[in-house]
């Protein structure tokens, strides 16, 4: 690694200050920071711990609202009962030793292709609240490790109104564990959103193609007639844009069983 | 350089650290606690594993400077008091769950929090616990064995295979 500063604010505002230095890089739980850090793929002049910040600790409910804040470590999300598809999902990012030091800010505002936080931020309509604003996650995953995130801008909390029903189905990939693809698909009254991770070169995306289908009919086997295209799939050594297409319409029927 | 105090099994400890030293690295070189392993050095072995606050952590994937303040436990600080070893380290013992032993700290550092979280696990939960630890020799089955043992339940069932 190179080497850097590391400063430990006790609050948003604070953080916010921290954040202005050139070259200041925000650190959640570091479980995907610091490794690449260690392979000189970044070279911050400062690290801004958040994990000391009070008010970006923590899950609460209004209403249908689960409000998490951005420095949650992973194993609170999985422990908390109010939305069981998003812990199930928490429960099994990483391993255990990951999920107490990563955060759901830190994931979302990294947005790995194969992360599965963007999935169900994505698939819940969640709002991602930062020190200055609040972003639809329409609007907040713009591609591969891409966000509408501003420089120094910090991500304080992830608002989700909690669905009717809802599931998660990571296909790993069976070295890093990883969503080789992964669909979160969830059922509100106004209608279903399907959001598959893992797959395109453009990062998580909407499958409306199924959204439309499956709010006509909650059933897999309403994906009977619809294909997903190849075109802009990632291809790798694990798998081929056409098997990871094939995936996402297997993933999705899995989750719409698993979730009626 | 910045000044880090923690308490690492029971006893208050400081020392200066780079913004980058590794949590790893500070318990190795600075404290000579070279019972915590780095293997892979990425996350994903876990011979690296400690507690920090009482949760288990990669300390090759954590800052020295992130641990300030906290309370960190280590493979030597697991013996019981009189030195002997602890009933996880016992049951390693016993069922042979370490062959070249380097994975041995982090799995007995895994098993201690898996143990204080769920007193009696099913096989099958011990397995999912010890995704992120990674024997090379791939003795898993005696490993899982001797954390069974250890938290009181019959392993006789339970094959070497």
Same mark, same amino acid.
């Given at each position: 690694?190179?080497?850097?500063?590391?400063?430990?604010?006790?609050?948003?505002?604070?953080?916010?200050?921290?954040?202005?230095?050139?070259?200041?890089?925000?650190?959640?739980?570091?479980?995907?920071?610091?490794?690449?850090?260690?392979?000189?793929?970044?070279?911050?002049?400062?690290?801004?711990?958040?994990?000391?910040?009070?008010?970006?600790?923590?899950?609460?409910?209004?209403?249908?609202?689960?409000?998490?804040?951005?420095?949650?470590?992973?194993?609170?999300?999985?422990?908390?009962?109010?939305?069981?598809?998003?812990?199930?999902?928490?429960?099994?990012?990483?391993?255990?030793?990951?999920?107490?030091?990563?955060?759901?800010?830190?994931?979302?505002?990294?947005?790995?292709?194969?992360?599965?936080?963007?999935?169900?931020?994505?698939?819940?309509?969640?709002?991602?609240?930062?020190?200055?604003?609040?972003?639809?996650?329409?609007?907040?995953?713009?591609?591969?490790?891409?966000?509408?995130?501003?420089?120094?801008?910090?991500?304080?909390?992830?608002?989700?109104?909690?669905?009717?029903?809802?599931?998660?189905?990571?296909?790993?990939?069976?070295?890093?564990?990883?969503?080789?693809?992964?669909?979160?698909?969830?059922?509100?009254?106004?209608?279903?959103?399907?959001?598959?991770?893992?797959?395109?070169?453009?990062?998580?995306?909407?499958?409306?193609?199924?959204?439309?289908?499956?709010?006509?009919?909650?059933?897999?086997?309403?994906?009977?007639?619809?294909?997903?295209?190849?075109?802009?799939?990632?291809?790798?050594?694990?798998?081929?844009?056409?098997?990871?297409?094939?995936?996402?319409?297997?993933?999705?029927?899995?989750?719409?069983?698993?979730?009626? | 350089?910045?000044?880090?105090?923690?308490?690492?099994?029971?006893?208050?400890?400081?020392?200066?650290?780079?913004?980058?030293?590794? *949590?790893?690295?500070?318990?190795?070189?600075? %404290?000579?606690?070279? #019972?915590?392993?780095? =293997?892979?050095? !990425?996350?994903?072995?876990?011979?690296?594993?400690?507690?920090?606050?009482?949760?288990?952590?990669?300390?090759?994937?954590?800052?020295?400077?992130?641990?300030?303040?906290?309370?960190?436990?280590?493979?030597?600080?697991?013996?019981?008091?009189?030195?002997? *070893?602890?009933?996880?380290?016992?049951?390693? %013992?016993?069922?042979? #769950?370490?062959?070249? =032993?380097?994975? !041995?700290?982090?799995?007995?550092?895994?098993?201690?929090?898996?143990?204080?979280?769920?007193?009696?696990?099913?096989?099958?939960?011990?397995?999912?616990?010890?995704?992120?630890?990674?024997?090379?020799?791939?003795?898993?089955?005696?490993?899982?064995?001797?954390?069974?043992?250890?938290?009181?339940?019959?392993?006789?069932?339970?094959?070497?295979?």
């Amino acid at each position: 690694m190179y080497n850097f500063d590391v400063e430990k604010p006790g609050t948003i505002a604070e953080a916010a200050t921290a954040m202005r230095v050139e070259d200041a890089q925000a650190l959640g739980g570091g479980q995907t920071l610091i490794p690449t850090l260690k392979q000189r793929l970044a070279g911050p002049s400062k690290l801004v711990s958040l994990k000391g910040v009070a008010e970006m600790q923590g899950i609460s409910k209004d209403g249908n609202t689960l409000r998490i804040g951005g420095a949650t470590i992973h194993a609170a999300v999985a422990a908390e009962g109010s939305y069981s598809a998003l812990a199930a999902l928490a429960a099994h990012i990483g391993d255990p030793a990951v999920r107490n030091r990563g955060t759901i800010g830190g994931s979302l505002a990294n947005n790995d292709p194969a992360a599965c936080y963007p999935a169900a931020a994505l698939a819940s309509g969640a709002t991602i609240v930062t020190n200055t604003r609040e972003i639809a996650a329409d609007d907040y995953f713009q591609g591969m490790f891409d966000t509408a995130l501003d420089e120094g801008e910090i991500i304080t909390a992830v608002s989700f109104p909690i669905p009717q029903a809802a599931n998660y189905q990571k296909f790993v990939q069976p070295a890093s564990r990883f969503a080789l693809v992964g669909v979160f698909v969830a059922k509100y009254t106004d209608g279903v959103r399907v959001a598959v991770t893992g797959a395109s070169n453009e990062g998580v995306f909407r499958w409306t193609e199924a959204e439309t289908a499956l709010s006509a009919n909650f059933s897999a086997t309403a994906l009977d007639g619809l294909s997903v295209s190849p075109d802009n799939m990632i291809t790798d050594l694990h798998g081929s844009a056409t098997y990871r297409a094939h995936l996402v319409k297997v993933m999705t029927g899995r989750a719409v069983t698993a979730a009626s | 350089m910045t000044k880090v105090t923690m308490t690492v099994n029971g006893k208050s400890v400081s020392g200066d650290v780079e913004g980058r030293t590794l *949590l790893a690295s500070f318990l190795r070189e600075d %404290q000579g606690l070279t #019972g915590t392993h780095i =293997g892979c050095d !990425t996350s994903q072995c876990g011979a690296c594993v400690v507690h920090v606050d009482g949760v288990a952590v990669k300390s090759c994937t954590m800052l020295a400077a992130e641990a300030d303040g906290a309370s960190v436990d280590t493979i030597e600080g697991q013996a019981n008091a009189d030195g002997s *070893l602890n009933v996880i380290q016992q049951a390693f %013992q016993d069922h042979h #769950g370490l062959q070249c =032993g380097f994975c !041995t700290p982090g799995m007995v550092m895994s098993a201690a929090a898996l143990l204080k979280d769920n007193p009696k696990p099913t096989e099958q939960e011990v397995r999912e616990y010890l995704e992120g630890n990674i024997c090379r020799c791939t003795g898993y089955h005696n490993i899982v064995k001797a954390i069974m043992a250890a938290s009181g339940q019959d392993v006789t069932a339970i094959a070497a295979e």
